[in-house]
């Protein structure tokens, strides 16, 4: 499975993104451009760094949001990882063999901040939410 799979990034859910882009910038980060993901109703950021990891901001388009569950617990709360593979089908047949327990989130649904690339989200039992972006 590791081959199958490369981390990308943390994603941030934030109310606005002015503060986290402020410290994002100190820290010596660079930011892209803010892209509105109408089918997931949230605007998205990606924070470039040549040392750390990167990060992607992002904040509600309209309410309801799919991330406004997670703003009642704050702000500013990293709430899943990202990972890029050419195999989603093999990735999640790996996860199947190796007993690794998931349940899709979200379907896969073309990406504007990964220039239409799609994404799909599973929760992960004893980890979390990931992110799976399809590369080529």
Request: proline share 7%.
């Amino acid at each position: 499975m590791i081959d199958l799979m490369k981390f990308r990034h943390f994603g941030l859910a934030l109310k606005k993104p002015d503060s986290a882009k402020f410290f994002l910038e100190k820290m010596g980060y660079k930011l892209g451009p803010d892209v509105e993901d109408e089918s997931q109703k949230v605007f998205v950021c990606e924070a470039d760094h040549v040392e750390h990891p990167r990060v992607e901001l992002i904040w509600p388009a309209t309410h309801p949001s799919p991330i406004d569950n997670i703003l009642k617990r704050g702000d500013g709360l990293i709430y899943h990882t990202c990972w890029e593979t050419q195999d989603v089908a093999g990735v999640l047949k790996s996860f199947e063999e190796q007993g690794i327990r998931y349940q899709m989130v979200s379907d896969s649904t073309p990406a504007p901040l990964f220039s239409g690339n799609p994404v799909s989200f599973y929760y992960v039992l004893g980890f979390g939410l990931i992110e799976l972006l399809e590369t080529q």
